[in-house]
C-alpha cells in the first residue's frame, strides 16, 4: 500500500529593499551575502530536509535517523523564518532608526518608563549574548508584557513562530565583513536602520 504524502516547500521571500539601502549602517556587500547566501541557503537546505521527510512518510527509505533529520529541519526553517523577520525588521535611511509609536510605544513607557531606557537594556541584553544567535522582543499572551530573550542558533523548537515584534540577527555573517570582532558597534548602528512601523504592524496582530 503506497502512501500519498506532499509537503509544501518553502521559498525565498523579495528582500524588501536594495542591498545597498541599508548604508552605511550595514553595507551593500554584507546585505548581498546574508539574504543571497545564507538566507538562501537555508531555504536551500529547508526544501531538502522537506524532501527527506517525505520520503521518510512514504516509506520510500527504511534506513534514516529521525532525530537528526528533525532538528536539521528545524534549524534550517527557523533560520529561514528568523531571517525573514530581520530583513523586514529593518527600512533604509530615513525610513528607519528614531523611535517607535502607536501601542508599541506606549508599551514600551509603560514597561521601561522610556524608549533611551528600554534601548539601553534591549543593547546591554543583545551584547551579553555568548557566540552567535538573536536577541528579541516578543509579545507575552498571558500578561501582556513585551519580553526580551536571547539564544544561541536555532536548533531547538520552532523559535519563530514565537510573537516577535522586534529582532536582531547576530550570527557573525551579519556583521563580521564591516564591524569585524566588534558586535557591539554593529548592534549600535542596526539602530539606525530599525523599521518601526514594521514592529508597531507586528504588535498589532498579536494584541488581542
Do not use: C
Not at 19 to 28: A, F, S
Not at 31 to 46: E, I, T
Not at 114 to 125: G, Q, S, Y
Amino acid at each position: 500500500m503506497s502512501i500519498q504524502a506532499q509537503l509544501k516547500k518553502y521559498e525565498l521571500p523579495p528582500l524588501p529593499y536594495k542591498t545597498t539601502d541599508l548604508e552605511p549602517y550595514i553595507k551593500g556587500e554584507i546585505v548581498d551575502v546574508h539574504y543571497n547566501g545564507h538566507h538562501k541557503g537555508y531555504v536551500n537546505a529547508s526544501n531538502t530536509y522537506v524532501e527527506r521527510l517525505e520520503k521518510v512518510i512514504k516509506g520510500e527509505v527504511t534506513s534514516y535517523d529521525i532525530q537528526g533529520l528533525m532538528r536539521m529541519l528545524v534549524f534550517n526553517i527557523n533560520g529561514h523564518k528568523l531571517h525573514s523577520l530581520y530583513w523586514n525588521n529593518m527600512a533604509p535611511q530615513g525610513k528607519g532608526g528614531g523611535k517607535p509609536g502607536g501601542k508599541l510605544a506606549d508599551l514600551i513607557e509603560k514597561q521601561y518608563g522610556n524608549f533611551d531606557n528600554f534601548k539601553k537594556i534591549f543593547t546591554e541584553t543583545a551584547n551579553s549574548l555568548p557566540g552567535t544567535g538573536w536577541t528579541v522582543l516578543y509579545y507575552d499572551y498571558e500578561n501582556g508584557n513585551l519580553q526580551l530573550m536571547t539564544f544561541e542558533n536555532h536548533f531547538q523548537n520552532h523559535i519563530a513562530e514565537l510573537p516577535i515584534v522586534l529582532i536582531l540577527d547576530e550570527f557573525e555573517h551579519a556583521y563580521y565583513l564591516q564591524y569585524k570582532n566588534k558586535r557591539a558597534d554593529y548592534v549600535g548602528a542596526w539602530w539606525n536602520v530599525v523599521n518601526w512601523d514594521d514592529a508597531e504592524k507586528k504588535l498589532q496582530k498579536f494584541v488581542k
